[in-house]
């Protein structure tokens, strides 16, 4: 079972991009941020028509949250996982020029307790589970050429129960999303787990 997060940064302007990464890495389960739109202009047949379920908590301005799925998600087995963008960059590693980040809420020290917090309840951080390379981001800003210059910050993540964990198989980030045209500044965060969808 493969399931993702992504902050698509406005499903209307991103929903040609998100079909398009939906048919490409085909996961069963996707968490979607900051799709900056109230429920009933959710475009939510562009996705059943591609075989998702779709659950909207649309918001005015640059909130809401929709969730998509292939299966009952009742059926799923105890392993839980908490999903998206958290504004977190957990480590030194999380950054491209951590430097630059020292004085921004994402990185200040409540935070990063905050965050880690969460891993001391027993949780697994997929992506820094299955990888210990310093060079994955999940966002870039729009400003000063960070894409260009892969000035990135790791700040969308998949936290594992215990369960969950031990069913992991892989995780990973899509950021060739991020070179696509007008995409979201941030890419889809992805985790496979040894669960039948």
Known sequence: MRIATWN???????????VRWLK???????????????DEAFPRE??????????????KGFNGV???????????TRAFILAGDFN?????????????WVH??????????AFRDLIHLGLTDAVRATTDSAKVY???????????????I??????LSPQAADRLIAAGVDKHVRGWEKPSDHVPVWVDLSIAA
């Open 24 to 38: 490409e890495a085909e996961p069963d389960v996707v968490c979607l941020q900051e799709i900056k739109c109230q």
């Open 88 to 100: 977190v960059i957990p480590t030194t590693d999380d950054a491209a020029d951590p430097a630059a």
């Open 66 to 76: 929709a969730l998509l799925s292939k299966l009952p998600l009742e059926d799923v």
């Open 138 to 152: 999940s966002f870039w800003d729009y400003q000063a050429g960070a894409w260009q210059r892969d000035l990135g």
């Open 46 to 59: 562009a996705f059943e028509a591609i075989g998702y379920n779709v659950e909207v908590h649309g918001q």
């Open 104 to 113: 921004d809420a994402l990185f200040l020290p409540p935070t990063r307790t």
């Open 8 to 18: 698509v940064n406005s499903i209307r302007q991103r929903l040609d991009h998100a």
């Open 154 to 159: 790791r700040i969308d993540h998949l936290l």
